[in-house]
């Protein structure tokens, strides 16, 4: 069974910073690209980072360019999403994907597992 567990949401200042953690269970994790997505209310849910298998590819939403880093430590089961300079309209519920592919998905339609969420609300 696959199990995506995220964890590092709280509320922050604007300009403040958080660290996003997913542990991953129930897959070889290497096998798999990861992402990173975010949902406020009202709007859909969308890509924020994107990391391929190896960790050598990566793709960011251009809102975040620059301010996120996402990452992945492949022996420990883990993808992170370091968010620095954080601002308001960051605010959302982020979640954590698994793709059945090594390379990088940009789209919800093809991530196959989610975790459950975790909120992330920024102060003005």
């Known amino acids: 069974q696959v199990q995506l567990v995220e964890s590092g949401g709280g509320l922050v200042q604007t300009g403040g910073s958080l660290r996003l953690s997913c542990a991953v269970s129930?897959?070889?994790?290497?096998?798999?690209?990861m992402g990173w997505f975010r949902q406020a209310p009202g709007t859909e849910r969308t890509v924020v980072a994107a990391?391929?298998?190896?960790?050598?590819?990566?793709y960011y939403t251009d809102s975040v360019k620059g301010r996120f880093t996402i990452s992945r430590d492949n022996v420990k089961s883990m993808v992170y999403l370091q968010m620095d300079s954080l601002k308001p309209e960051d605010t959302a519920v982020y979640y954590c994907?698994?793709?059945?592919?090594?390379?990088?998905?940009?789209?919800?339609?093809?991530?196959?597992?989610w975790g459950q969420g975790t909120q992330v609300t920024v102060s003005a």
């Open positions: 994907a698994l793709r059945q592919s090594a390379g990088l998905g940009f789209l919800t339609q093809g991530y196959d597992y």
């Open positions: 129930g897959r070889t994790f290497s096998d798999h690209a």
């Open positions: 990391i391929n298998w190896s960790g050598r590819s990566t």
